[in-house]
């Protein structure tokens, strides 16, 4: 019974360098989210994705980039890391709209914790 | 611009005491409202609302959403250090967007 997996949990980065966050989940949903938490900040979607194929922009896109790579998995990308981008990292997913609106909810996986130097 | 704002940003009461959480929201095409709980890592479920005056309950927590006024509330009685948490409020556009509120940060004296 995993539910959203990401890999990793942690990591350091020098500024400049470039990762990629993997994020998988093997609940058949359509919806995946990235989202980002700074202290007091609550959290602030970053990309998101509403189906296989499709992307959108969230509030704070900017030095990041995602792939939705099949239905199950959704990477986030950072090309050249910058000390901004220190923060915890969560990979969410959810039901589609209109499907079963009691599975509308998001479910988180277990974060990662990302440093840049 | 879309908005989710959360007051207040922290509270701090003793045992037992009754305490209500608010979340007001604008947003284009709503489509449903979510409160989780943050303790140590991930978010967990709380509540779903997606109907006005439809009271949520959950033991000692419940929830109501206006959507008349564009709020929510949270309401947790007798509370216990357990709840020592912070609270997301997040709203859900028919698009399939979900953004979050900066979070109620609570914490119980016992």
Same mark, same amino acid.
């Given at each position: 019974?995993?539910?959203?997996?990401?890999?990793?949990?942690?990591?350091?980065?020098?500024? +400049?360098?470039?990762?990629?966050?993997?994020?998988?989940?093997?609940?058949?949903?359509?919806?995946?989210?990235?989202?980002?938490?700074?202290?007091?900040? +609550?959290?602030?979607?970053?990309?998101?994705?509403?189906?296989?194929?499709?992307?959108?922009?969230?509030?704070?896109?900017? +030095?990041?980039?995602?792939?939705?790579?099949?239905?199950?998995?959704?990477?986030?990308?950072?090309?050249?890391?910058?000390?901004?981008?220190?923060?915890?990292?969560?990979?969410?997913?959810?039901?589609?709209?209109?499907?079963?609106?009691?599975?509308?909810?998001?479910?988180?996986?277990?974060?990662?914790?990302?440093?840049?130097? | 611009?879309?908005?989710?704002?959360?007051?207040?940003?922290?509270?701090?009461?003793?045992?037992?005491?009754?305490?209500?959480?608010?979340?007001?929201?604008?947003? #284009?095409?709503?489509?449903?409202?979510?409160?989780?709980?943050?303790?140590? =890592?991930?978010? #967990?479920?709380?509540?779903?609302?997606?109907?006005?005056?439809?009271? !949520?309950?959950?033991?000692?927590?419940?929830?109501?959403?206006? !959507? =008349?006024?564009?709020?929510?509330?949270?309401?947790?009685?007798?509370?216990?250090?357990?709840?020592?948490?912070?609270?997301?409020?997040?709203?859900?556009?028919?698009?399939? =967007?979900?953004?979050?509120?900066?979070?109620?940060?609570?914490?119980?004296?016992?």
């Amino acid at each position: 019974n995993a539910g959203v997996t990401q890999t990793p949990k942690f990591q350091v980065l020098k500024t +400049g360098q470039s990762m990629t966050l993997q994020c998988a989940q093997d609940m058949n949903h359509n919806s995946m989210y990235w989202y980002r938490q700074d202290p007091g900040m +609550g959290l602030r979607l970053i990309y998101y994705s509403a189906s296989e194929g499709t992307t959108d922009k969230g509030e704070v896109p900017n +030095g990041y980039n995602v792939s939705r790579l099949n239905k199950r998995e959704f990477s986030l990308r950072l090309e050249s890391a910058a000390p901004s981008q220190t923060s915890v990292y969560f990979c969410a997913s959810s039901e589609a709209l209109q499907l079963r609106i009691s599975n509308e909810k998001l479910f988180f996986g277990s974060g990662t914790q990302l440093s840049v130097l | 611009e879309d908005k989710v704002v959360q007051s207040p940003l922290s509270l701090v009461v003793h045992e037992g005491d009754t305490v209500t959480l608010n979340c007001s929201y604008e947003v #284009t095409n709503f489509r449903s409202l979510l409160w989780y709980k943050q303790e140590k =890592k991930a978010p #967990t479920f709380l509540f779903m609302l997606t109907s006005s005056g439809i009271e !949520k309950k959950s033991g000692r927590l419940s929830s109501i959403l206006d !959507k =008349k006024e564009l709020f929510s509330i949270l309401n947790i009685t007798a509370t216990q250090t357990g709840d020592s948490a912070i609270y997301l409020c997040a709203v859900r556009h028919r698009d399939d =967007k979900i953004i979050f509120g900066k979070g109620t940060r609570l914490h119980i004296l016992p």
